[in-house]
């Protein structure tokens, strides 16, 4: 029912296609990056390029194949249900693979504006690892739409796919990254960190980030096993009081429950999108209405992301999250970004402007 249907075209023509891609996609990654070097606040740029461009191209190149039939035609012309998994993971990888060809010639000037030791082909390999892992992932959730589900029935697989993977992350994270278990001081000084911060977690784990210095901490999980992920820059670059801070607002993001606001706003805001799949009503209004509550979702998460500041604040000092907050700029070789107007499709006020906030809550005591 929902599975679009494929142009039939050879093989010859379908990988030509897919190579036509790959070398735009390059063309793009290099152009942007030459491009973005010359900006101001090029690590932010950067963000920019991957996200706001690269992504979007990748996306395109899957649809493309889709509609192509790339993925049947690599599959064998095989059927069933064999068949659908093997021509969605093919599809998906290919689209994965043209991202891919887009990030590499960035690296370099990533490595530049970042002044990291993280060689092309280490971040080529650890890109690649990640990709693979994403394809497996969607794989498992968009096959069976080949078999003409319901939209209550497609509706319900995502759901339960968005639920899946908070579950399943603080495994799944290890399969895609380079993980390791600390030390016993290291574990003993995060759980004293993680106590003042008032973060629940059941166990901590360290991402191996020594060649391409990003210093971040991030929990994943369902309630009664949640697992804190710090980097191993993080564990370098920050003293106890600015990992405390840093942690104080993973715990305020865990008492707000952000990433819930988010996945539940999203899944909401497919309701209208599978009511004009089954004729239901009028098609573009109700993709205006799917639009209207997508906004509405990330405007209810940057309020969950304050309120997340907020409580960090009240536990460990407004200036001290602030402190913490503009040493991660420092670290990551950025100036943090600041708007007038919120960016209505973000999912997080600017840096720069929870900087501001939390100062003014400082001089305000």
Do not use: C
Not at 156 to 163: D, H, R, V
Not at 175 to 203: F, H, I, K, M, Y
Not at 225 to 239: E, K, M
């Amino acid at each position: 029912m929902y599975a679009l249907q494929a142009t039939s075209v050879s093989t010859g023509a379908a990988l030509l296609v897919f190579g036509l891609f790959a070398v735009v996609g390059a063309g793009i990654g290099g152009i942007g990056s030459t491009v973005v070097q010359r900006l101001s606040n090029p690590v932010v740029r950067y963000r920019q390029l991957l996200l706001g461009i690269v992504l979007p191209f990748t996306l395109l190149s899957y649809v493309v194949f889709l509609l192509l039939g790339l993925g049947h035609l690599i599959a064998g012309g095989q059927t069933g249900v064999v068949g659908a998994v093997l021509a969605t993971f093919a599809e998906l990888l290919a689209a994965g693979l043209v991202g891919l060809a887009a990030y590499a010639p960035a690296v370099p000037g990533i490595r530049s504006v970042r002044d990291i030791k993280l060689s092309t082909s280490q971040a080529v390999i650890r890109m690649g690892r990640y990709i693979l892992g994403i394809t497996v992932l969607v794989t498992v959730v968009v096959a069976p739409l080949e078999a003409g589900l319901s939209s209550v029935a497609v509706l319900a697989l995502l759901a339960a796919f968005g639920i899946g993977v908070q579950v399943i992350a603080p495994w799944f994270i290890p399969l895609v990254r380079s993980v390791d278990t600390p030390d016993d001081q290291t574990t003993e000084t995060l759980n004293r960190l993680r106590e003042r911060a008032g973060l629940t977690v059941r166990d901590v784990r360290v991402l191996d980030t020594e060649q391409e210095g990003t210093a971040n901490v991030i929990v994943r999980g369902a309630p009664g096993y949640r697992r804190l992920f710090v980097t191993s820059t993080f564990l370098d670059v920050f003293d106890d009081e600015m990992a405390t801070a840093l942690l104080a607002v993973q715990a305020g993001r865990q008492e707000v429950r952000v990433r819930a606001r988010l996945i539940g706003g999203l899944l909401i805001a497919l309701v209208p999108v599978f009511a004009a799949l089954v004729d239901i009503g009028p098609l573009w209004p109700l993709v205006g209405a799917s639009l209207g509550l997508l906004v509405v979702t990330l405007w209810v998460t940057r309020r969950g992301v304050r309120a997340a500041d907020d409580y960090a604040a009240e536990g460990v000092g407004p200036d001290a999250v602030a402190d913490a907050l503009e040493r991660y700029a420092d670290v990551h070789d950025m100036e943090p970004p600041r708007r007038r107007l919120a960016n209505p499709f973000s999912k997080s006020p600017p840096l720069g402007n929870r900087i501001d906030r939390l100062r003014a809550q400082a001089e305000g005591e």
